[in-house]
Structures are given as structure tokens and as C-alpha cells.
């Protein structure tokens, strides 16, 4: 297939990715259609059409093959877009919605304005490896996790209760809590959970060792208490430039700390946040944040206002905290990282507190 049409026109190809197979439409100069098909969701597949086809624009959907396909694809000498999938309704919500139809789709969003595909800008081979490393990680805690809470389970269906400890810990306690009769039971699955625990301490010690040796900017963000290797090295590897925002607080609608809109009139509801980007990171940052404003956070202007968002009371109030000190603190790991300045915990106040009334506010309020 040959896009040469006399003009000197480049070709807008629309690629619909699929797990197996895909779909694709052709477009000229002029929007006519001069090709389509299907080809395997492999490098060769992509290579035998690709290859053969002169610098095109070729749109793609954010998706699992979309970051391979798109650095084979400009490797070969063609502009690669790839289009935010959750932004694009005229595709999504198609009443005539096929592989082909959004193929062609792709394509004619691709000649009438690219800001109509919100593209999305793809990482680095190395970035994607060294995030697989945080995904493999929380992948066994998860899996840890829902082993944990199956043991308990158990136990509390037989009429034992055990003690809170951690889940590194869980494998060494549990059979002091319960009857020697159920150890068999409990047995091979605490072997399953100490075995997850040595392989997440492997993980953790190579998270350690790429913040120290690769990713030396991680130091600027562990400053602040709360934020460990894990946020630090997720925060870093997900913004990857953090000069690409024009202002800082644009950091928290990318990671979907922001609340939705649908403002119509007079009407503007109260709604909930978009969740929009990186889940693992926007977890991480509420996790940061949930320790920030509890019982063993330190003082800071981030606690604080924390806090007072607390005291305001209500149902909600605590969840509403956590969201902003979170959203604040994305916006915060940010300017650290782009200043390198040192961290003053309590740079906007004046006035000391007293810290065990704020501990007992939490308590009693959260």
C-alpha cells in the first residue's frame, strides 16, 4: 500500500488496537478513504504494513499495546498520536460502534483538530520497566492482602479473633491466636503469605536502590513525612517532566484528584473526583495523605490544613481532607522537584501548636 498520490499529501491512518487483531482506515490528503483491514497486534504484524508506507499520521487509542505500537511506529518514520480513550464519547458511545467504524473515526479526528484526541504522551522504554517494578510490588501486597483478610476470616467464622499486627508480621502470629486444630488449615496459606513477603522485601530493596542510583530527585520529595521511597520513585517515573504542567495545581487534575463537573444554567453540582491518570500513584498520594493528617503525622501547613477540613464536621468531612491534603501534596512533591529546595514543614505559619490536642481532634473526629 502506497500513499504516494502525486500531491505530496500525507496519509491520516487511524489504527483501532485490539488484543489479537486490529483494525485500520487510510485516509488522503483530501479524506477519502484509500485503505483498510485488519492486521495481527504483533511487532510483524505492524512492520508488514507499516513499513511499506511512506511518513503517515497514525492515530491510536491509549490502551495495553499502545506504548509498544507507538514507539515501533515512530521508529519506522511515522508521527504517532495516541488519543486518550476515556475523552473521546464520539467513539465510546457510537449507537453503530465496531472496530472498523472507530478505525476510520480515529482517522478524521486525526485531520480535523488533534485536540479532540487529548493525546496522551507516551513513557520511556526504561520509565515503563522501572514502574513494572512498582506494579509487580503491588500486585503480591494486593494479593497478601486478600490472603490476610481470608485467614481472619476463618479464623473469626470459627470464633477467634486475632490480634492487629502487620502484614509482614501476620505469618509469625497468626497460630498463637487460634486452637492448635486449625493450624492445618491456616498452614499453607501462611507459608503462601511469608514467601509473598520475602519477594515484596526483594521489590522494596530495588525501589530503594533505583531511587539512590537513578532517580536521585526522589531525595527532594522524601522530605516531606510521609512520602516514602515507594510515592517518591511512583511520583517520578509517572509526571516524568514535571515542567510540563503550566501551574502546579494542573498536577492534581492530572492524577484525578480534581472533583467532576457538570455545570449546566444555575445547576452545579457537588460531585466526586475524576479519578482520572495513574491509579497506583493517586492511591499512594491518599495513602501519603491519610498519614499526614492522622495520628503519627508530624506538623506541617499540610497537616494543618488537614485538619481544619476535619473540624468543619460532617458526614464527608474526613474524606474531603484526605483528598485535598492529597491534591496538596502532589502539587507540593512537585515544586520540590522542580526548585530543589529544602523543605519547611511549616513554612506558611508563624505560631506553634500544640500536637497532642490535634492528635486527639483527629481521633475523635475521623
Given at each position: 500500500m502506497s500513499n504516494d498520490n502525486g500531491k505530496g499529501e500525507r496519509w491520516t491512518i487511524g489504527v483501532d488496537l485490539g488484543d489479537k487483531d486490529c483494525s485500520y482506515c487510510a485516509l488522503d490528503g483530501t479524506g477519502a478513504v484509500v485503505?483498510?483491514?485488519?492486521?495481527?497486534?504483533?511487532?510483524?504484524?505492524?512492520?508488514?504494513?507499516?513499513?511499506?508506507?511512506e511518513s503517515a499520521k497514525v492515530v491510536v487509542e491509549t490502551?495495553?499495546?499502545?506504548?509498544?505500537?507507538?514507539?515501533?511506529?515512530?521508529?519506522?518514520?511515522?508521527?504517532?498520536l495516541v488519543a486518550d480513550a476515556r475523552k473521546i464519547e464520539l467513539i465510546s458511545r457510537n449507537a453503530r460502534k465496531s472496530d472498523r467504524r472507530d478505525a476510520e473515526l480515529?482517522?478524521?479526528?486525526?485531520?480535523?483538530?488533534?485536540?479532540?484526541?487529548?493525546?496522551?504522551?507516551?513513557?520511556?522504554?526504561?520509565?515503563?520497566?522501572?514502574?513494572?517494578?512498582l506494579r509487580s510490588r503491588a500486585a503480591l501486597v494486593a494479593t497478601r492482602t486478600k490472603l490476610v483478610n481470608h485467614v481472619r476470616g476463618v479464623a473469626k467464622f470459627s470464633g477467634h479473633r486475632m490480634r492487629s499486627c502487620s502484614a509482614r508480621s501476620f505469618h509469625k502470629r497468626v497460630l498463637d491466636d487460634v486452637p492448635v486444630e486449625l493450624h492445618p488449615i491456616f498452614v499453607p496459606v501462611l507459608d503462601v503469605?511469608?514467601?509473598?513477603?520475602?519477594?515484596?522485601k526483594v521489590y522494596e530493596e530495588q525501589i530503594e536502590?533505583?531511587?539512590?542510583?537513578?532517580?536521585?530527585?526522589?531525595a527532594m520529595l522524601r522530605q516531606v513525612n510521609g512520602v516514602g521511597p515507594l510515592t517518591a520513585l511512583c511520583f517520578v517515573l509517572t509526571i516524568e517532566q514535571p515542567g510540563r504542567f503550566k501551574k502546579g495545581r494542573d498536577v492534581g487534575a492530572y492524577l484525578g484528584l480534581v472533583p467532576r463537573r457538570d455545570q449546566s444554567?444555575?445547576?452545579?453540582?457537588?460531585?466526586?473526583?475524576?479519578?482520572?491518570?495513574?491509579?497506583?500513584?493517586?492511591?499512594?498520594?491518599?495513602?501519603?495523605?491519610?498519614?499526614?493528617?492522622g495520628p503519627f503525622g508530624k506538623d506541617s501547613d499540610l497537616r494543618r490544613f488537614g485538619l481544619s477540613l476535619v473540624k468543619r464536621g460532617g458526614q464527608t468531612a474526613k474524606k474531603k481532607a484526605v483528598v485535598a491534603v492529597a491534591r496538596k501534596l502532589a502539587?507540593?512533591?512537585?515544586?520540590?522537584w522542580i526548585t530543589g529546595e529544602v523543605y519547611e514543614p511549616l513554612r506558611n505559619q508563624h505560631e506553634p501548636v500544640d500536637t497532642a490536642t490535634e492528635v486527639r481532634s483527629t481521633t475523635l473526629e475521623a
Open positions: 485503505g483498510q483491514g485488519r492486521l495481527r497486534t504483533t511487532q510483524a504484524g505492524f512492520r508488514s504494513l507499516f513499513e511499506n508506507i490502551g495495553t499495546h499502545s506504548s509498544w505500537v507507538a514507539e515501533l511506529l515512530s521508529s519506522l518514520g511515522h508521527e504517532v480515529l482517522a478524521r479526528l486525526g485531520r480535523v483538530d488533534l485536540e479532540l484526541l487529548h493525546p496522551v504522551k507516551q513513557r520511556s522504554t526504561q520509565v515503563r520497566r522501572d514502574l513494572s517494578i503469605i511469608e514467601h509473598l513477603t520475602e519477594k515484596i536502590t533505583l531511587c539512590t542510583t537513578d532517580y536521585p530527585q526522589t444554567g444555575g445547576s452545579d453540582p457537588e460531585l466526586r473526583i475524576t479519578k482520572a491518570g495513574d491509579q497506583m500513584l493517586r492511591t499512594l498520594l491518599v495513602q501519603g495523605a491519610h498519614y499526614i493528617i502539587v507540593l512533591l512537585r515544586a520540590l
